[in-house]
């Protein structure tokens, strides 16, 4: 896979990732999480982290979900270690908040875990498609 075509696929697949996280976070889960969070989230966002924290999240994506999965031609292998690998990092996130933190909420972290595990998923799903799409 040349490094053009990992590059067109990356950028097409953050749009996805994008689209799909800014829904659950801006409409679908904005409330919830407000309610849970309130005393504990920023006034303002850290748009430079979040920024960084999402370009390197995709790249896993891609390393341990997107490339191998494409590479064995197997759309299952991309939903697994897609959900695999945002079940670890969002459990990884929210269990050591929930370690750290005073008043993490339990019912952040299961909704936050399955969330991940989906959201990778999602994503993994489209990188591959994407992917393929390219190749062809």
């Not at 919830?32 to 303002?44: I, Q, S, V």
């Not at 979040?50 to 999240?57: D, E, R, S």
């Not at 896993?60 to 990092?89: D, H, K, Q, W």
Request: aromatic residues 18%; hydrophobic residues 60%.
């Amino acid at each position: 896979m040349s490094f053009a075509l990992l590059v067109k696929s990356y950028l097409l697949t953050t749009v996805v990732f994008f689209a799909i996280d800014i829904l659950w976070l801006g409409i679908i889960a904005k409330n919830l999480y407000n309610k849970h969070l309130r005393k504990l989230l920023a006034p303002k966002v850290n748009w430079a982290a979040a920024i960084v924290f999402y370009l390197l999240f995709i790249v896993g994506i891609f390393y341990f979900a997107i490339v191998p999965s494409v590479e064995e031609a197997s759309l299952e292998a991309a939903m697994l270690n897609g959900g695999l690998f945002g079940f670890f990092t969002y459990a990884t996130y929210d269990l050591t908040n929930l370690a750290t933190l005073r008043g993490w909420p339990i019912k952040i972290v299961f909704i936050d875990i399955i969330w991940g595990a989906v959201l990778t998923a999602s994503v993994s799903t489209a990188g591959f498609y994407i992917t393929n799409w390219l190749m062809a």
